[in-house]
């Protein structure tokens, strides 16, 4: 019986433990201490996805008027922030990142810096040429 309720135990630790280790979640996108949008990262065929699900009125930017193809003129709501990334040790890694603001997509990877802070570096190439931000878990 107290092999069954360590067991029990171990495994609900485990599953709460990589539950906050993950990307999967609601993220707050701030700028200049401005919450700009809350975005949906979520996980399908081992692959994380990123989409806005809600701009504030401090956003910036709300449509991608540079992008390309379908996208050009859609709602950040409509588009995908980053896609096709794949977990490679503890980054994600492999696909591309969305830049909103001059329409463009750049290789990027992901990390969690703690339970509550992504880490993301979008970049051309190398990533020692590119631009590191933050996104903080939703509470």
Known sequence: MIRVILITCTLIFLSAYSCCQ???????????????????????????????????PTSRVTHCKKCKGADKGASLKDVFLFRDMVLEDDKWVGGVILNPDNGKEYACHIEMEDDNTLKIRGYVGNPLFGKTFYWHRVD
Do not use: C, M, R, T
């Open 22 to 56: 993950s990307a999967v979640g609601i993220w707050k996108n701030i700028e200049k201490n401005k919450v700009q949008s809350h975005i949906e990262i979520y996980e399908s065929d081992h692959k994380l996805y990123a989409k806005v699900i809600e701009l504030f």
